[in-house]
């Protein structure tokens, strides 16, 4: 089902801050090439900060991240820059420079294989530009490229993100919340467009979210955090009421489950 060998293995992830609070505690997960994966969980799980203690934008306090055979979690500055270039991360908030256009912000996902100089001035490569127009027509944002990002739409924005994310050529997607600030149709656009482009490439992908709903929809397996500790680990169907009470909490999940098969029927 996997293609290749690459994988990402989490062991004993901890993460404690110097309040004392411990927002992740003995992560252990393997996700294996082509697997989509969910984070679910309240806030203050801890969901946010595994994606960023993978890519070591919050360094851990114990444990390792692997990714392709490579201990993410002791390399130094050099080598973290490195192995960074296989992780695309695609934000919440877009995180596009609002002041560039559409092309120029997907180009910026090359800045790690370019020189200095040339990503200064913003001279790349004839191949990264016709990768670039060719994500950007995937994602169907072509007619786009010299547009401002500042011109774009919500979901526009996530799929500029999206593109820059996947030029880099990673091994792995780190994507937290992208549908946190779209509206439901778009939201269902997005999960559907990062699932297809991730089947498409073989690649693996943590998504952090908390749309339960959106989660069952799309993704292969899901992982239930609560207070940094992984409380579910299973398929979307396996996300029976009792499972989402555990990670949640009381609350009438037969409504929910029940909204995720109507909204099956319907696509």
Avoid at 28 to 53: E, F, H, M, W, Y
Avoid at 83 to 104: P, S
Wanted: hydrophobic content about 40%; proline content about 3%.
């Amino acid at each position: 089902m996997y293609q290749g060998w690459k994988m990402l293995e989490l062991q004993g992830l901890t993460k404690i801050y110097n309040t004392g609070d411990k927002a992740l505690s003995d992560v252990t997960l393997t996700i294996p090439d082509g697997q989509v994966v969910a984070l679910i969980g309240p806030s203050g799980a801890g969901k946010s900060t595994l994606i960023r203690c993978v890519n070591r934008l919050v360094q851990p306090t114990s444990g390792s991240a692997t990714l392709d055979n490579v201990n993410v979690t002791a390399l130094g500055a050099a080598g973290l820059r490195k192995a960074r270039r296989k992780m695309g991360m695609i934000f919440q908030e877009y995180a596009l420079v609002e002041r560039l256009t559409v092309m120029e912000n997907v180009l910026s996902g090359r800045l790690g294989y370019v020189g200095f100089f040339r990503s200064l001035f913003r001279k790349f490569p004839q191949k990264d530009v016709d990768e670039a127009y060719r994500l950007l027509d995937r994602v169907g944002l072509l007619e786009m490229a010299d547009k401002r990002a500042d011109a774009l739409s919500g979901g526009q924005r996530q799929r500029v993100g999206i593109c820059r994310a996947l030029i880099q050529d990673p091994s792995l997607l780190l994507v937290d919340e992208p549908t946190a600030s779209l509206d439901p149709k778009t939201s269902r656009q997005i999960m559907r467009l990062i699932v297809e482009l991730c089947t498409e490439r073989g690649l693996a992908a943590i998504i952090n979210i908390h749309d339960v709903a959106l989660a069952q929809m799309f993704v292969q397996r899901v992982v239930g955090l609560k207070l940094g500790v992984v409380v579910f680990d299973g398929g979307p169907d396996d996300l029976l009421p009792e499972v989402l009470t555990d990670i949640y909490g009381e609350e009438d999940w037969e409504a929910t489950i029940e909204k995720v098969d109507d909204e099956d029927e319907e696509a």
